[in-house]
């Protein structure tokens, strides 16, 4: 089919995940606009997709990820790091861990100093509030009625020591980290109700895809944007074996994710022309900074055996402990299924004198050799568990570029981490504060001894080691869109590619910097203002008589 004859949509929406669900969910609502929103993966029902507890299952199979590896690290023992993302309707709110982190306010405005007007905490704030339904936060500061569900997690034995060590050890306690104040230790947030996942497929698309002006093509993998001179007029994509197209009569929103949004417009000629030409692609519009500034968390854990059989080796190693816990969800949606293995988290400083928490410290209910092993989990053969931590504000900057113009090849991924000293020093600094947290009364009387590293690690030297041999992704890539101004910036504050008409991006790809938190939150704020910025731009250059 030929673009010319290709069905017409006022938006087609590249990407299901968060930013693509709460963007396509937003643009079909009232019937005004016909929205086509096109997925790559299916609409997978698989029952694992929504008990919390599977998703550490889902992230070692095949089904439902994109299974992408990075390049050797130089800085992480010359690993190839596993990078997954999701690849089902949903995207990556479909296979995460759910926790409901929206972000710093100060990091926000800093995005607003950048030069990125109208991206303030003040400014995002209605839109994260529209995102969600927390019906015990402050409405002054959380959602009360919007799409997606949160809960808190309740008293557990570790998450409960964890959480008096880290007063003990003068981390302030915070009951809500999304509300007036970010710092502290406190029960983590999750997009879960009743037991269940609750992501953007069953969110913002459960709600919007009975309407009938909008379409879901799921299994349709987008080859590349169609374009007329420096105009997006459409996507051509593979979907059942054949070659398809339609076109956007007011705009295309790429919403793959900071990989393969990056990739996507590299495949149709929008990117450094330097490079595109060396991989024959004709080059549509010079855009350098296509696939730069690529961020992402280095989670690196110290784990501990545990004095008590209270952790989830415990439960999984023993077959009538985990008969227990499989039915106790089922009839009740309750318990160490209906959560991940991370129930408490804190934000935190590395240095008393900072302004800022610069660290997040996570507790884990379980110990493995490595914990983030992309094919295989082996538990340790004794009641253990591990906290986890990472730099908020990472400043290594990696890329993410095609291989070439094949778009079945996947993407050369560089992380790039622990390239800037700044992130050595501070990785460091977070591990010195697990081992305080964990020396604190409150959990040393749990802890029979540190198993890896184990104490004989003391220098910077044996920690950096350590996270370079165990250290993982916490799968929060960003910033290969950045949004901003200068002539390495791809997209404007309104989230347009410069350059370009009619195309924009709905993802965490746009980030100029990493928000102090996990992504998955953020990542639909984004989606509801894109959403609003092409409302607006239609309603100011609408004639009279659409307006009635």
């Given at each position: 089919m030929s673009a010319t004859d290709a069905p017409e949509f006022d938006f087609i929406v590249v990407g299901g995940g968060s930013g693509g669900s709460a963007a396509a969910a937003r643009l079909s609502e009232g019937g005004r606009f016909s929205v086509l929103l096109l997925e790559a993966g299916d609409d997978d029902k698989w029952i694992w997709f929504r008990v919390p507890l599977g998703a550490g299952f889902v992230l070692l199979k095949q089904r439902g990820l994109w299974r992408f590896q990075t390049e050797p690290e130089g800085n992480?023992?010359?690993?190839?790091?596993?990078?997954?993302?999701?690849?089902?309707?949903?995207?990556?709110?479909?296979?995460?861990?759910?926790?409901?982190?929206?972000?710093?306010?100060?990091?926000?405005?800093?995005?607003?100093?950048?030069?990125?007007?109208?991206?303030?905490?003040?400014?995002?704030?209605?839109?994260?509030?529209?995102?969600?339904?927390?019906?015990l936060g402050d409405p002054a500061t959380r959602g009360t009625d919007g799409p997606v569900p949160i809960s808190r997690y309740g008293s557990e034995t570790l998450a409960d020591a964890f959480h008096a060590a880290c007063v003990e050890a003068g981390i302030p306690a915070n009951p809500d980290y999304n509300g007036r104040s970010y710092e502290g230790v406190g029960y983590l947030q999750a997009n879960i109700r009743d037991g269940l996942r609750m992501g953007g497929r069953e969110t913002y698309l459960f709600q919007a895809r009975t309407r009938g002006n909008l379409r879901i093509e799921t299994g349709a993998r987008a080859r590349r944007i169609l374009t007329e001179g420096r105009r997006a007029v459409?996507?051509?994509?593979?979907?059942?074996?054949?070659?398809?197209s339609a076109r956007a009569a007011r705009a295309v929103v790429l919403s793959c994710g900071a990989v393969q949004t990056p990739q996507l417009l590299e495949l149709s000629g929008i990117g450094d022309a330097q490079l595109l030409r060396r991989h024959g692609i004709d080059v549509v519009h010079h855009l350098p900074g296509v696939g730069e500034n690529c961020r992402d968390h280095l989670h690196t854990r110290i784990s501990f055996e545990c004095r008590r059989p209270v952790t989830l080796n415990d439960i999984l190693r023993n077959p009538l402990r985990k008969l227990a816990m499989g039915a106790r969800f089922v009839f009740s949606r309750s318990g160490h299924m209906a959560a991940c293995t991370a129930q408490i988290h804190a934000l935190a400083k590395t240095d008393p004198a900072l302004d800022r928490p610069d660290v997040k410290i996570q507790m884990h209910n379980l110990s493995a050799a490595d914990p983030r092993h992309p094919t295989e989990l082996r538990l340790d053969p004794f009641p253990g568990f591990g906290i986890g931590s990472f730099v908020l504000r990472p400043r290594s900057t990696g890329s993410i570029h095609i291989r070439s113009a094949d778009p079945e090849e996947p993407p050369a991924i560089v992380a790039n981490y622990l390239a800037d000293p700044y992130d050595r020093a501070t990785s460091v600094a977070a591990l010195r504060l697990v081992r305080r947290i964990a020396a604190q009364p409150a959990l040393r009387d749990l802890i029979v001894r540190e198993v890896r590293p184990g104490p004989e690690a003391t220098s910077d030297e044996a920690l950096l080691d350590h996270i370079a041999k165990l250290g993982a992704t916490s799968y929060h890539p960003i910033g290969t869109c950045r949004m901003g101004s200068d002539p390495m910036a791809v997209v404007d504050a309104e989230l347009r590619v410069h350059g370009m008409d009619g195309l924009r991006i709905a993802d965490a790809s746009i980030m100029p910097t990493m928000v102090s938190s996990n992504t998955n939150a953020p990542s639909f704020m984004i989606g509801e203002r894109c959403a609003q910025f092409l409302r607006d731009d239609a309603r100011s250059n609408a004639?009279?008589?659409?307006?009635?």
């Open positions: 992480m023992a010359g690993r190839s790091m596993f990078w997954p993302r999701g690849r089902v309707l949903g995207g990556s709110s479909t296979v995460n861990g759910m926790l409901w982190v929206r972000g710093e306010p100060a990091e926000y405005d800093s995005w607003a100093g950048l030069g990125n007007a109208g991206w303030s905490y003040a400014d995002v704030l209605p839109f994260l509030k529209r995102v969600e339904s927390d019906p459409g996507v051509a994509y593979e979907a059942g074996g054949a070659l398809r004639r009279p008589e659409d307006l009635r």
